[in-house]
């Protein structure tokens, strides 16, 4: 059994699948056709889940920072990551795609964009035609779902795990739009432990290679720090000075017994879900301490 101080070592995860290396190269190759770029992240590891190699891809071109999954992050910690985005420059939108979706938010954002765009096709004597679009970030960040919400209907498969889209595709979004969908991209070696574990935690990586009793641990000792309340008040906990008993604990209260004894696995899944279903309330697992 674990203890409160086990955690993952340095650079254990090192998930870079074939198709994130292919897609890489092809954005490469493409980047040229692509006017605007919709960079996506977690508000809740808006630090964690930003893929630093995405400068170098996408050279200069006109970039929109997405915020997803707002309904699920601690909004006053979240916004303190806005304007530091926006301070180096970044133009922020902030969405909810599942309960306040508005695809007007992002037109208003980038009609200057486009205009300019359009603008300089004119003075090059060339006549308007649609904006393409390029939507980049790591897995299971939404993107999918911000494609859909785009276009008014499904136009590209979604799910909760890392991995769906595969390849990339181009998608007319409207009259002036279109869009090249991109598979999640992470970098090829996750060498700082913590952004490891916190895209370990939010289904950033395939959950098949992770050790869930470490990421497990890692969500209840960053509760414990971070909400208190809010581990404590799901699961009805006095404290976590022992992992074992908090986690036996955490069984007992789930039901998850086999034969008398706890089942583990079960307790690490059952917090893992809470976690990322927003059963232990809206947080930020990236601290702000610029």
């Known amino acids: ?9 340095k650079g254990r995860i090192n998930w870079y699948p074939g198709h994130m290396a292919k897609a890489k190269r092809e954005i490469s190759e493409k980047i040229g056709l692509i006017d605007i770029v ?29 915020m997803t999954k707002i309904d699920l ?45 359009n603008e300089k096709r004119k003075k090059k004597g060339l006549k308007e035609r649609r904006i393409r679009t390029l939507i ?6 939404g993107k999918s779902t911000l494609i859909n919400r785009l276009v008014g209907k499904k136009a590209t498969n979604v799910g909760n795990k890392p991995g769906v889209t595969k390849q990339l595709e181009w998608i007319r979004i409207s009259n002036t739009m279109e869009l090249l969908d991109t598979p999640g991209i992470l970098w090829p070696k996750l ?27 890692y969500v209840i000792n960053k509760m414990f720090k971070l909400y208190p309340l809010n581990i404590k008040n799901r699961y009805h906990l006095e404290n976590n000075d022992d992992i074992v008993e908090t986690l036996d604990l955490i069984g007992k209260k789930i039901g998850a017994l086999r034969n008398g004894e706890v089942d583990y696995e079960r307790v690490y899944r059952t917090i893992l879900r809470d976690l990322r279903e927003g059963y232990l309330g809206k947080v930020t697992f990236d601290e702000f301490k610029k």
């Open 1 to 9: 059994m674990a203890n409160e101080e086990k955690g993952f070592q």
């Open 38 to 66: 919709f960079e996506v992240i977690d508000a809740r590891i808006p630090y964690s889940s930003k893929n630093k190699d995405i400068d170098n891809m996408i050279k200069n071109k006109p970039r929109v920072l997405i």
């Open 73 to 117: 992050c601690d909004m006053d910690v979240t916004l303190k990551w806005k304007k530091y985005y926006e301070d180096l420059g970044y133009r922020v939108i902030m969405l909810d795609l599942i309960n306040g979706y508005n695809k007007k938010v992002i037109e208003d954002n980038i009609k200057d964009l486009i205009d300019d765009v």
């Open 136 to 141: 980049l970030g790591i897995p299971n960040v």
């Open 191 to 217: 060498d700082d432990n913590e952004v490891a574990l916190n895209l370990a935690s939010m289904t950033a990586i395939k959950e098949e290679i992770l050790d869930l009793e470490d990421v497990s641990i």
